[in-house]
């Protein structure tokens, strides 16, 4: 018995020593924390890892760049220009409500002849709208003289100012044109031949006759694609005026300092848009409309003349 005893604890020794002489001479951070834990510390290490990127990636989600720019500053130009817009209104209202009140003046010589509201739409209104910005950076208390001579200042550029509106309306005539001819070109043609020789008559039955709710999506897009080509051409006139270009450089500015920022300025495009169709839809109201979307419009190009690197 004694003798198995000590067989059993010779045993029990040489194991210990072989075990010690294994991790004694393996490396020394084996021999100091067991391999299971070294296995979960470096699972630990992984997922402290994925946990940092994933909090950076939610941070740079959040505060997003546009060529260095934030993003909440990109959109807060609506709301900056709209304040601004008031501001202006209401350092010099009077000016302003003259002003809409020739431009009211103007709209209504379409009923003597409309070639009389073609070339004021063309030509006049579009410089008077773009010369309210000089208006709008003035001192308070001006004179009516003063005011007037300001709201005029961009009469030198006139012709410059027509021949682009011209461009730009040709060129959204066209674009409406061959867009509900595809989606409604036998009916149109029907009612054109109809209603040759009464314009009225054919307005009236283009909202009668047609089913326009047809080609939902098609008119949908068709929308979505107007908006957009004006959006990327919004401050060609402004850019014409005020940065002393030619016609073909003002579209390309516009474009080029759009383009970019065409996410954040489309907002204030829809807003500018809904101004404009009061504007054209309360008679009375827009006296105060028209010039307000034009120190509106004025103030967003202002805001992105900013944001040029």
């Known amino acids: 018995m004694n003798q198995l005893a000590r067989m059993g604890f010779q045993g029990e020794q040489d194991c210990g020593s072989a075990q010690f002489t294994r ?15 070294t296995v979960k510390g470096s699972e630990r290490d992984h997922s402290g890892a994925a946990r940092n990127k994933i909090r950076k990636l939610v941070v740079n989600l959040h505060v997003l760049k546009v060529r260095g720019k934030d993003i909440s500053e990109l959109r807060g130009m609506t709301l900056h220009a709209l304040s601004l817009a008031a501001a202006a209104f209401r350092r010099n209202p009077y000016p302003f409500a003259t002003t809409g009140a020739i431009a009211l003046a103007l709209n209504l010589l379409g009923l003597i002849h409309p070639i009389l509201s073609t070339v004021a739409g063309l030509f006049v209104l579009p410089m008077l709208y773009v010369g309210l910005g000089t208006l709008a950076e003035a001192e308070p208390g001006l004179r009516f003289t ?6 005029l200042s961009a009469w030198p550029r006139t012709a410059a100012l027509g021949g682009m509106m011209f461009i730009l309306f040709l060129f959204l005539s066209t674009l409406l044109g061959i867009s509900l001819s595809a989606l409604y070109g036998d009916e149109l043609m029907v009612l054109a031949q109809t209603h040759e020789s009464d314009p009225a008559a054919f307005s009236q039955a283009l909202l009668q006759e047609i089913n326009w709710s047809a080609s939902a999506f098609g008119l949908a897009a068709l ?4 908006l957009g080509l004006i959006a990327l051409v919004w401050m060609a006139p402004f850019a014409l005026v005020y940065h002393n270009m030619n016609v073909l450089q003002a579209l390309r500015w516009s474009v080029q300092m ?3 920022h065409f996410a954040a300025l489309f907002p204030a495009l829809l807003l500018w ?9 309360l008679v009375g109201l ?5 010039p307000f979307t034009a120190l509106f419009h004025f103030y967003c190009f202002r805001s992105l003349g900013k944001q040029a690197p």
């Open 23 to 37: 991790l004694g001479h393996g490396p020394r951070h084996q021999f100091l924390v067991p391999e299971v834990d």
């Open 146 to 151: 003063q005011a007037l001579r300001l709201a």
């Open 223 to 226: 929308v979505l694609l107007t």
């Open 258 to 260: 759009t383009r970019p």
């Open 273 to 281: 848009v809904l101004f404009s169709g009061l504007s054209g839809a």
């Open 286 to 290: 827009n006296i105060i409309l028209w």
